[in-house]
């Protein structure tokens, strides 16, 4: 019953959390706002839906990566401002040489075929 | 890794906040992606819909996130207490009796266990206890002559292995002393004759004090500081020495206000003028766990305290090597093992004891030294205790079984009759290791439960079992704690019973196949699966049954004992009479005061309204027994024959009828003719039909028979009277006046016989003795029935203990068959229906019911006859008047389970009987 419109199931694990992170480094934003960029950035190849944003929010909450805070949206509405903490950049920095690391092996073995 | 823990535990706390902010989170994104998709142009209602495809499934969304901050086993475990929790509450009786009958089981096993262990492994309160050894011998002949001439202690004889004794002649305590290379230290210790009860004076006021002699190194050699003041030296215990004493922490407390106040100060014991310079620590109670002194006094004061007595202790006693009276411990140098201080000891006691030998047949029976560890003190109370202790641990082990099998049965016809809501969880994606985890959750918290009410019954069961063994007695020193361990082995071994039949069912019941498990009904089983199920449940109920009785006939058979020792003719009349002791001479009165004392306080009683009349004795005729050279005139005395010292009007006290003859009255006093009561049996052996009426016997001095003492005419013959242990023949005995010469009085007890219950009349009494001698403390006030139970204590608690175990024994057993039949009936409803549809009688379903009940009951019966037989010889020692296999016992023990488990199979069966055919059919 997952999500099909989201691709978030067929990236690696942990990559979800990666973009995320990645996204935060740009100042905080709600989950919404992470959704949104995510779909822009990646040209709507990569559509989020709550069924993975939040799950996947949660996971970086409980590791300490991300710190949440309830605002105020741009719209004025209340809502949940995540931001990145120092330990959420170390990981990003682990995580994306990792995955570096990753697409170039998969890169390197799709080439030699 | 600590952030994710910390977070996670931080969730079980925040979970509803977590939960409200999650979805109000979520909302938001909702209604931010429908004011996007209204913004792109799509109407209201449309907004919506898109909005929430695009989102997928919120609920399942949100159960996601929360799944990750959830420690996973934690939560299952939670939601599994609190559905065991749910059908425990639902099915309330099974869960109470499966609780209550563990908690029993637990509670009983592991009062009785922390009194075992407090008895056989509980070392003396002292540095270093490991290198204390106790001294005996061994002797392999018990009725037999020996170099053990003359004693004073205590003896374990054995007609199979001979006699145990921890009593030594003093020059073999000297002997031992020599052996510095083994020992640090050689002491002697004893409860003397003299000592054991002590009229201890201070500041006036006369009370009984239990006394024990200790040698001068006792204290050092324990190592035992003192609480006030200084213990006893080896200065203090030498022949003219000052005389001292040193008190328990308790009597000091008790008699002086406080250990401070207790040292230096003068009292009187005996009447004679003592210092105590110090006081014992808290918590010392001497080495023998059986007794707690309230005074030691050094060996040498049996010097003062004997003098110019009767039976008082002469000097001469110190080289007497045929008079054993000495208990010897010691301490083992370090590295000095018990097996090589036997080696360097044995070989010189064996030369010496062999030189005291005078006979061929005591040199055929030499006491042979044994070295014990002594870390636990003297051994009494292990002598005493352990074999009762042993049949009381059996005993309560099959109380637990019992209980164990009772939840395992619960268990297993629970997990019978869920069988289809758990096909029904496994059909929907329940997995087969979170339904198991499930049941046995539910088995674990049942046994858990059990195994605190078991800690509460443990606690209520140790205080009850002190006051049990106590029987009264305030000097009962055996308190035991509670034993952790033993705790913990029950506990463990009821949780295992719940994680044993809580797995096994579990297992079977998600082995199940789906499709017949959820097709059954309620009679449908297929019969194969149902035989194995019920097999292992009947089993039980059979083992049960078996248990049951061997602790029914267990019962039976101490029930059967005391009633036997309670049924012995006793001769006199036990009830209405008031016992107390008194001492005169200990008091200071002297011959032949001491006689002309007494006789006015006989008077004084005899006045008190409502004593009808007052006599006096030596000892009480259960509890002690004494013999002296006595015989016809002319022939040598007769070792068998005994003798009992007594006042005016005794046998009309006692209500000892005066077969020919008369009793003693005021007329046989000092300087009268001498004359004596003899009883049948006594009559019997030495005149046969001969009148004895007029004929003359002839008492000797103890220890030297050449001296005539009294020479008696007898002028009375008696009916039997029991005279010493209960359980004995009653033996010749020659009844004389106290005040007649030799032996003369020292302790006596006084007899009362009252209108109405004896202990009306204690007030009076003490108040008559303290007018009469204010120095003279009345002691041990008990009536004769009493001073009888006290006797048989054992016996009385070993009774009233099994037929409680007896009657816990039955009830489990029956709620085990009522709840195995009830099953079965329920099971089995609309085959009765069918049955009486087609006709069937309801007398007859109630047959049906119940003979299979008898076939249960039988089997367990055949099983627990057998188990009955083949141990009851283990407990032969502790009956009186009846074989281990005594069959009134088997009968009725047979028959009372019998009829209990007629009775705990008929409700099931009269249930069954009013089963409605129709009703029963419509549920097919």
Redesign the interface.
Known sequence: MRNRTSLSSELLPGTLEMLILKTLTRGPAHGYAIARHLERVSSNVLRVGESSLYPALQRLLLNDWVQAAWGESELKRRARIYRITPAGRKRLAQEAEGFDRITGAIAAILEAI | MW??LR??LLFLFRRERFDR??S???D??????E?EKTSQGVAGEAAAVSARR?????T???E??????IIAWLDTLAADLRYAGRTMAANKTFAGLAILSLALGIGANTAIYSFMDSILLRSLPVPDPESLVVLNWHAPYAEHDSVMQSMSGTTYDDPRSGVTAGIFPFPAYELFRKYDSVFSTVFAHFPGWQVRRLNVTINGHADIAAGWNVSGDYFGGLGVPPAAGRLILPDDDRAGAPAVAVVSYGFSQRRFGGPANAAGRSILVDNLPFTVVGVTPPGFFGVDPAAAPDVYLPVHTNELLGAGKQFGFRPEDYLAPNFYWVQVMGRLRPGVSLAHAQAVLAPPFRQWVASTATTDPQRANLPELIVKEGAGGLDTLRRRYSQPLYVLMALVGLILALACANVANLLLARAASRGREIALRLSVGASRPRIVRQLLTESVLLASLGGALGLLFAIWGIRFLTLLLANGRADFTLHAEMNCRVLGVTAALSLLTGVLFGLAPALRATRVDLLPALKETQGGRPARHRFRRVGLSHALVVGQIAVSLLMLVAAGLFVRTLANLQAIELGFNPRDLLLFQVDARKAGHKDPEIAAFYAALRERLSAIPGVRSASLERDSLIQGEHGLPIGLSGSPPNPANRFLTVGPAFFTTMRIPILAGRDFDEGDRPGSPSVAVINEVFAKANFGDRNPLGQHLTLREAGDESRLARDMEIVGVSRNARYGALTRAIPPVVYIPYDQGYPRPDEMVFALRTLGDPLRYVDSVREIVREADARLPVSEVRTQAADIDQTINQEITFAELCSGFAILALVIAGVGLYGTVSYNVARRTAEIGIRMALGAQRSRVVRMVLSEVLVLVAGGLAIGLAAALGTSRFVASLLYGMTANDPLTLALALMTLLGTALAAGYAPARKASRIDPMTALRQE
């Open positions: 952030a994710r977070n996670k902010e999650l109000e989170e979520m938001f994104h909702r209604e931010m992606l004011l695009q989102l997928g499934n919120t399942l969304a949100g996601h996130a929360r799944e990750v901050w």
